[in-house]
């Protein structure tokens, strides 16, 4: 009977230890899991909301590039307006007054003619000097559009590997936040940081300010040598005409 | 003219000139007494008006030196209203014809204000559209990266915490 109860008591402290054994490890290993558990989902968190804000920036970006373009079509349809209503608006004020001085009396036929003759040399001078600023503005243009939608593309794409990057640091943190959690955020931080440093120096590198300016510059010089050259000759055309004129008061 | 008579009263002497005239009957001496007839028979008029100045005809030469005194007034007064009313037309022409050449010059330059006003209409709308082209350089100029750069900041490390 004593001996019955021995191996009663043996049993159920075996038993128990049995337990105590099996139990204690699950114990620690919920734990660890609840850890590991909180950075994921910190990194879940920062990764939906700074990706959702990336997303929105790109957006903003790409309807900035669209505005853009649209702004430079803009001016130049204004730009090209202007130019149009000034030249008309000159050529009628010169042959008016070609007209007034043909109407003078006391006009000789040699006069007459002479006064033909400076009209006709004046608007063909006016048409070539259109011509050349015209030709002058059109490469600018066209240099102008190359070039800023280069640039677009380039800083899209500039972009469009930080966007990458910034996933591809989030994906890795949503990983080892399980099997490191100490040091999760850190390793995202420099990631981040790497991706982040490469578009600013993208955006450096591509920035075309100096560029157009020097597009600018090159359609102004030859806008300045075309007005030159005409001014040059409507001052031959005048000479010319005012002493064919004379000492006539017409 | 009668001023003219009243002042040769001492010529009255010569008018028996008239008595060569008379020899034309040379036969006949006794005749001779008809010609004188005749000539005394002008001084006889004439002194009845000189050598008598009646009255009256004080008062003709008064009359007569009135009128001609009017009448060289009257030419002042209009000799003084020309040169105070025409004065400009007689001075101009003198000014005209002493600076010819000027005035040659002086038109000529007119002429060439009128052309070079003429010339000017274009060209200066040609320096106008100079700075026209050149609108709005400036903000095409500007830097479009603060749209990118607005990319980068939305995920910042900085803020990775």
Redesign the interface.
Known sequence: MKQLLSKIVATIALGSALIIYTVSPVFAVTSTSSSTSAMCVHVATLQSTKEAAMDVRITTMQSNFAARLAKIASDEAAIDAKVAADRANAAQQFESKIQTLESKTGLTDSQKQAIVSFSTSMQQAEKTREAAVDSARATYRSALSSTVTTHQQTLTSAVSTYKAAVESAFTTASTSCISEPSTTMSALQAAVKTAHDTLNSAITTAAIKTEIQQLAATRDAAVTAANNSFISSAKAFTATLTAALGSTNP | MELNDFNNQPQRPIQPQPQPQAPTPPPVPPTPPVTPLAAPMQPVEQPMQSQMPTPTKKKSNTKLYVIIGVIIVVIAVAVAAYFVFFNKPAVKPASTGKNETSQ??S??N???A??????S??????????S??????S???????S???????????T???
Do not use: F, M, Q
């Open positions: 040659t010059a038109t000529t007119t002429n060439n009128t052309v070079s006003s003429i010339a209409v274009l060209t200066n709308n040609a320096s106008g559209e100079s026209t082209v050149n609108t709005n350089d903000s095409l100029a500007s830097d479009v990266s749209a990118v750069s607005s990319v980068g900041s939305s995920v910042d490390e803020t990775l915490k």
